[in-house]
């Protein structure tokens, strides 16, 4: 089969890699990464020089600006190109990714929005028997069906184009992949299937990722016994709130046992002036780390950031969580 994973996040690209490396090993695949996370064009280049998929695309877009970091400019440039994208996919997808082929027998994504539905069309039209199947990206996905809902105009333009051949990737999808569907609180109209978890014993994907993310640049040795987790409110909702916490934790257990680990989606380092040591390489992805360290024992602690429950979830190991 021809396979095609499509990923808006670094974790997502890790379930990408750990079900190319397990279901899906037999089969030719490809990615395409959304230019929506901080290097993504550098970690994308490096992992086709890995030979995980045959071709790794990448999405330059504006269908991606979303939160408060992107000016009423850049936002216009984003309605147009959706605008576009339903009406002209195949045109559309020509000027975000030059290179895509769009041939696939399986499309494997995350949620829907404007990018993975002119993919999908593009990858309708040119086979309609393609199979879809959606993925999980954080413990969002455990609790409903998408992290946002579609506003009233949105849902009137999809309906219209469904008149020059739009289809609906939401009714297209066969089954969604959890690491543990036994936490599912959310009843989906297709069915929930059981993805491997992360297995520090899959060298192919530990090898593939380590290359990916540069994991042998990593400098710190995560000594520290708590662990904070820096969340995404600042970058999509200009929250600081956190910052507050740092100040109390540093207060309670001392500043010198408090290890920060930066959200990928966030270029300013908001707490370089708390005192407290910041680890480096917020490029490298928590899931990474762990699948290559040890760190029974430690304390996880943050405001809602997923990745403090990895260890229960994707490794189990013994860790504790305070979730604020």
């Given at each position: 089969?021809?396979?095609?994973?499509?990923?808006?996040?670094?974790?997502?690209?890790?379930?990408?890699?750990?079900?190319?490396?397990?279901?899906?090993?037999?089969?030719?695949?490809?990615?395409?990464?959304?230019?929506?996370?901080?290097?993504?064009?550098?970690?994308?280049k490096k992992?086709?020089?890995?030979?995980?998929?045959?071709?790794?695309?990448?999405?330059?877009?504006?269908?991606?600006?979303?939160?408060?970091?992107?000016?009423?400019?850049?936002?216009?440039?984003?309605?147009?190109?959706?605008?576009?994208?339903?009406?002209?996919?195949?045109?559309?997808?020509?000027?975000?990714?030059?290179?895509?082929?769009?041939?696939?027998?399986?499309?494997?994504?995350?949620?829907?929005?404007?990018?993975?539905?002119?993919?999908?069309?593009?990858?309708?039209?040119?086979?309609?028997?393609?199979?879809?199947?959606?993925?999980?990206?954080?413990?969002?996905?455990?609790?409903?069906?998408?992290?946002?809902?579609?506003?009233?105009?949105?849902?009137l333009l999809?309906?219209?184009?469904?008149?020059?051949?739009?289809?609906?990737?939401?009714?297209?999808?066969?089954?969604?992949?959890?690491?543990?569907?036994?936490?599912?609180?959310?009843?989906?109209?297709?069915?929930?299937?059981?993805?491997?978890?992360?297995n520090r014993?899959?060298?192919?994907?530990?090898?593939?990722?380590?290359?990916?993310?540069?994991?042998?640049?990593?400098?710190?040795?995560?000594?520290?016994?708590?662990?904070?987790?820096?969340?995404?409110?600042?970058?999509?909702?200009?929250?600081?709130?956190?910052?507050?916490?740092?100040?109390?934790?540093?207060?309670?257990?001392?500043?010198?046992?408090?290890?920060?680990?930066?959200?990928?989606?966030?270029?300013?380092?908001?707490?370089?002036?708390?005192?407290?040591?910041?680890?480096?390489?917020?490029?490298?992805?928590?899931?990474?780390?762990?699948?290559?360290?040890?760190?029974?024992?430690?304390?996880?602690?943050?405001?809602?950031?997923?990745?403090?429950?990895?260890?229960?979830?994707?490794?189990?190991?013994?860790?504790?969580?305070?979730?604020?």
């Amino acid at each position: 089969m021809n396979v095609l994973f499509a990923v808006d996040s670094v974790f997502q690209l890790m379930i990408a890699v750990n079900l190319r490396t397990t279901i899906y090993k037999e089969d030719v695949a490809d990615i395409i990464v959304y230019n929506s996370t901080v290097g993504a064009k550098k970690y994308t280049k490096k992992l086709q020089e890995t030979g995980a998929f045959k071709y790794c695309f990448f999405a330059e877009t504006p269908l991606t600006y979303c939160g408060d970091n992107y000016s009423q400019k850049q936002k216009l440039s984003k309605y147009i190109t959706y605008f576009k994208t339903l009406f002209m996919p195949e045109r559309e997808m020509k000027q975000i990714c030059p290179d895509f082929v769009g041939s696939y027998d399986v499309f494997l994504f995350n949620g829907v929005g404007a990018l993975p539905e002119c993919i999908y069309n593009v990858c309708k039209k040119r086979n309609p028997s393609i199979k879809c199947f959606r993925f999980e990206d954080s413990y969002l996905s455990y609790t409903q069906l998408y992290g946002s809902k579609k506003g009233t105009i949105r849902t009137l333009l999809e309906t219209l184009a469904v008149f020059w051949g739009r289809k609906n990737l939401d009714n297209d999808v066969s089954g969604y992949y959890f690491s543990a569907p036994q936490l599912v609180q959310y009843n989906f109209d297709y069915p929930v299937l059981q993805a491997p978890k992360f297995n520090r014993m899959n060298s192919k994907l530990r090898e593939i990722l380590n290359h990916t993310f540069e994991f042998a640049s990593l400098t710190d040795n995560y000594k520290e016994k708590y662990i904070f987790f820096e969340c995404g409110d600042a970058f999509f909702f200009n929250n600081h709130n956190d910052l507050k916490y740092i100040e109390k934790l540093s207060s309670i257990v001392g500043e010198e046992n408090i290890l920060i680990k930066r959200h990928p989606r966030i270029n300013e380092n908001r707490f370089k002036k708390l005192g407290v040591h910041i680890a480096q390489g917020v490029s490298i992805p928590w899931e990474l780390i762990q699948l290559n360290l040890e760190l029974t024992g430690k304390i996880f602690i943050t405001t809602k950031s997923s990745a403090a429950l990895t260890s229960e979830v994707y490794f189990g190991d013994n860790c504790s969580v305070i979730l604020l």
